[in-house]
């Protein structure tokens, strides 16, 4: 489609010490199945959405998918990848040394589609097919991952308490903090996060990994903002979310932590549009600018610094899921 989009606020100038930064945004081909609830990856180059839930399989029982949609930015155009073993949401992919994996989430039991996962599924190019490798130390869905020095860490999120499980109330919120090894497929324990939480996201910058927003099983959105520095396996606490947000995404471009969207359950629910910019250097937060439309469960992946938005749901809840794709473009120019 390539057509740029037409919203109000989607062209906003910030003085950045650098310079000024233009920020746009261009509609691109929507997924052919819309999915919320999911943690897209970039993996060889290569956009890759696994699972999620749709209220566009409202019809059926339950709304939970395996499938695997691929987008390739060479020809902007999405592909249907290697469906995983079963329907599954909420499950964390991560990309590590050309190897895809895909971490817990919530899978279908006799007792429900909110069944919490231990699993730890991997493709394998050579049998082309998801194959379970490994398994958590504990159930773990609505975690936040990321890849430090070769191996994967997994923190905060949901588990559960067996033999209940299977309903959303069977998951109660965790603050461990899990380091996975790819090479011998095993886990250790890290220092546990501050704020036990599910629904936050993350990103690494300058070699720490941010941890921001989420939200609580019991008392709602958080604005927390804690960083954790793998050189001495402890976490701090930075300025907060200027609002508290659940169910977003991060990236980091330009040397500076992105935060899109979000949901709130206060008054009826809704969604968040903001984009706020983290300035390392002054520990801040500022308004970079708007979604095309405001959402929560969605995916930001990076593509040689150009930043995509996928899917998610326009509406707090499963209710209006989103197939919209968007890219960010960013450039800094000279201040005159």
């Given at each position: 489609m390539n057509k740029t989009v037409s919203v109000s606020c989607a062209l906003l100038w910030l003085a950045l010490s650098a310079g000024v930064t233009a920020a746009s945004w261009q509609r691109l081909t929507p997924m052919p199945l819309p999915v919320q609830e999911i943690y897209p990856v970039l993996h060889q180059q290569e956009l890759v959405v696994a699972g999620g839930l749709s209220s566009e399989l409202s019809g059926e029982q339950p709304p939970v998918t395996?499938?695997?949609?691929?987008?390739?930015?060479?020809?902007?155009?999405?592909?249907?990848?290697?469906?995983?073993?079963?329907?599954?949401?909420?499950?964390?992919?991560?990309?590590?040394?050309?190897?895809?994996?895909?971490?817990?989430?919530?899978?279908?039991?006799?007792?429900?589609?909110?069944?919490?996962?231990?699993?730890?599924?991997?493709?394998?190019?050579?049998?082309?097919?998801?194959?379970?490798?490994?398994?958590?130390?504990?159930?773990?869905?609505?975690?936040?991952a990321t890849v430090i020095a070769g191996k994967i860490h997994l923190a905060s999120g949901r588990t559960v308490n067996e033999p209940a499980n299977g309903q959303w109330r069977d998951s109660f919120d965790t603050a461990e903090h899990w380091v996975f090894d790819p090479v011998t497929l095993s886990f250790t324990k890290a220092a546990a996060v501050p704020t036990a939480r599910n629904s936050a996201a993350g990103a690494m910058?300058?070699?720490?990994?941010?941890?921001?927003?989420?939200?609580?099983?019991?008392?709602?959105?958080?604005?927390?903002?804690?960083?954790?520095?793998?050189?001495?396996?402890?976490?701090?606490?930075?300025?907060?979310?200027?609002?508290?947000?659940?169910?977003?995404?991060?990236?980091?471009?330009?040397?500076s932590l992105l935060v899109f969207g979000g949901e709130h359950f206060v008054d009826g629910g809704g969604v968040f549009d903001q984009v706020w910019q983290y300035l390392p250097s002054e520990d801040r937060w500022q308004a970079l600018t708007v979604l095309p439309i405001a959402r929560h469960g969605h995916g930001v992946v990076v593509i040689d610094e150009q930043i995509y938005v996928i899917g998610g749901a326009a509406e707090a809840g499963l209710k209006a899921t989103l197939g919209q794709l968007d890219r960010l473009q960013l450039e800094t120019k000279s201040a005159n």
């Open positions: 395996a499938r695997v949609q691929r987008f390739l930015p060479a020809s902007q155009q999405w592909q249907d990848g290697v469906a995983l073993p079963e329907p599954r949401h909420h499950g964390y992919l991560v990309s590590v040394a050309d190897t895809l994996y895909l971490f817990g989430g919530f899978v279908i039991s006799e007792q429900g589609w909110w069944t919490n996962s231990r699993d730890v599924l991997r493709f394998d190019a050579a049998s082309n097919s998801w194959q379970r490798v490994a398994q958590l130390p504990a159930a773990l869905s609505e975690t936040v910058l300058n070699g720490r990994w941010h941890l921001v927003g989420g939200r609580t099983v019991t008392t709602g959105n958080l604005a927390v903002h804690e960083v954790y520095d793998p050189k001495d396996n402890s976490w701090s606490t930075l300025a907060p979310l200027p609002q508290a947000q659940a169910g977003l995404a991060a990236v980091v471009v330009n040397n």
